[in-house]
């Protein structure tokens, strides 16, 4: 069974990660971890935080002379805006001055409803997307697990508050890696960017859309037996289950529910002997399961609740109308968003190919999928009727 944890606050000592289940023997490495989690702080719109964080991977447990054992790897991040917040944040002694007036669209209401709790700091440091950098740091692992049976994932910025980006036939990934907010369209990417500025200007802050891609990915991983096998909702689940995410689209999603069933649905054809298809409108899974195409997935992203012209709000400890609290925040995390989108999808997809392929080491895994694969080919070749 595979399985992670997360562990950790927004300015405490570090956050903690623990992957169980992948096989042993994968080498891994080190530095496109921490390239990972250096694109998570890039991106046109992020705050000053970034200009104080650099994150590296550092190994407790589960890996040793470069490859992993098999048992479970355990993995920190550290903060080092935490020497900055000790008197708040210190394990022990940590203190200060309660927050009070909650912030419209953030965790901080709903959580001190729901843990009870005065200060809203106890609700905020667990809730903010700085926990997100260990979710890169295990999705980096769990991607050279992926590479290693031939999936990979990839993940670009598709529209930033009203600018969207065209549909493009093919995805340069080169220009999105080197484009400020990872969109591989010149004249959008210069629209988004703008944007971004008049928002900052204006106080405010913006949302947007990213788009994801798994290719690789063999017919016949997820089920349809039961709901929480079906591999849309897992990976849909998966990437609902980030900070600021309100929509998950598969395919081409809400789209096809203005459409005749003539136009929504991808036809089969023969094309040299093979089984083709003519579009990719199902996203790569069909009844919960991945059909042999790209999956895709479209995510829609809430422009961040802190707002630099703070919402109105109250005081929770006064009982009086109060603007929301102002924490040192962004003005737009949709290219820093794609980053962890593309590290839940690698998370969510490690545990369905672990249950279909999954071997002791990475060889035995490897030896199982290929077989698989190659089963899957031969299937239809023996109902093929024999040519004198």
């Known amino acids: ?47 000053g935080r970034m200009k104080i964080e650099s994150d590296a991977v550092e190994f407790l447990a589960g890996v040793r002379g470069g490859k992993t054992l098999g048992s479970p790897i355990a993995v920190v991040v550290r903060n080092r805006d935490y020497e900055n917040n000790r008197e708040l944040m210190d394990p022990r002694t940590g203190g200060g001055k309660p927050l009070t007036n909650p912030r419209p669209g953030h965790a901080d209401y709903a959580g001190a409803m729901k843990y009870r709790q005065r200060d809203l700091r106890n609700v ?54 080197a484009s400020e907010v990872r ?36 017919a016949g991983v997820g089920a349809n037996r039961q709901p929480d096998t079906r591999l849309d909702g897992v990976l849909a689940g998966a990437v609902m289950g980030m ?25 089969f054809s023969m094309q040299d002997g093979a089984v083709v298809r003519g579009s990719n409108r199902a996203g790569g899974i069909e009844g919960g399961i991945s059909n042999g195409q790209d999956i895709v997935l479209r995510v829609s ?27 040192r925040s962004d003005v737009c995390v949709v290219p820093a968003a794609s980053i962890v989108g593309e590290a839940m999808l690698r998370l ?40 004198p």
């Open 183 to 218: 969109c591989p369209h010149p004249e959008t990417e210069r629209a988004m960017i703008a944007a971004i500025d008049a928002a900052k200007a204006a106080g405010d802050t913006l949302g947007g859309t990213f788009t994801l891609r798994a290719t690789g990915v063999p």
């Open 301 to 327: 992203v809430k422009p961040i609740p802190t707002l630099m012209k703070a919402l109105p709000s109250v005081n929770l400890h006064a009982g009086t109308d109060a603007p929301a609290s102002i924490v």
């Open 1 to 47: 069974m595979f399985r992670y944890l997360t562990a950790g606050e927004s300015h405490g000592p570090a956050l903690v990660g623990i992957l169980d289940g992948l096989p042993a023997n994968l080498e891994l490495d080190f530095d496109a971890l921490d390239a990972a989690l250096r694109a998570r702080q890039g991106g046109y719109g992020r705050g």
């Open 124 to 177: 905020l440091e667990r809730a903010s997307a700085r926990e997100t950098a260990m979710r890169v740091a295990l999705g980096a692992i769990c991607a050279q697990f992926l590479a290693a049976l031939g999936i990979r994932t990839s993940a670009h910025v598709s529209g930033i508050g009203s600018v969207i980006a065209p549909d493009l036939e093919a995805i340069d990934m080169e220009a999105v890696a």
């Open 348 to 387: 969510a997809l490690t545990g369905p190919i672990l249950e279909k392929f999954g071997g002791d080491s990475i060889d035995e895994t490897r030896d199982n999928f290929e077989r698989a694969v190659a089963a899957a080919a031969a299937l239809f070749e023996t109902l093929k009727p024999s040519v």
């Open 243 to 267: 900070q600021t995410v309100k929509a998950v689209e598969v395919g081409a999603g809400r789209e096809v529910a203005a459409k005749p069933g003539s136009q929504a649905h991808d036809v």
